[in-house]
């Protein structure tokens, strides 16, 4: 499976971006995917999570604020970020998994290339 996220960018505190993350090679309906983000210095972190049968779960840090969607027809995972703030400032990875749902990064199989997300104060 490859995976590609794009949408990243430069944003004001509030303000608001939709990541994309479009994969091939595989049989999307039936992966776990995840958001991931690695600020300057720190570990990668999980965000949010699209299981399979259409539960979501997301990081406390990013609750009520970011959303996670899917389109199976498109093969493609999306991550809706709003109220953004400085802190939220990292490189957001998509991830892919047919194993087992989860927020552990090392369980993911497969990995996008990363899009940087710029928040500004």
């Known amino acids: 499976v490859q995976l590609q996220a794009f949408g990243g960018g430069f944003v004001q505190t509030g303000g608001s971006l939709r990541l994309s993350c479009a994969a091939s090679?595989?049989?999307?309906?039936?992966?776990?995917m995840g958001w991931f983000r690695q600020a300057p210095g720190k570990e990668r972190e999980f965000a949010a999570a699209s299981w399979s049968a259409g539960r979501t779960y997301f990081a406390d840090s990013v609750k009520g604020r970011f959303t996670i969607s899917r389109d199976n027809a498109k093969n493609t995972v999306y991550l809706e970020m709003n109220s953004l703030k400085p802190e939220d400032t990292a490189v957001y990875y998509c991830a892919a998994t047919r194993h087992i749902p989860t927020i552990v990064a090392d369980l993911y199989d497969y990995w996008g290339q990363g899009t940087q997300v710029t928040v500004s104060s």
């Open positions: 090679g595989g049989t999307f309906s039936s992966y776990h």
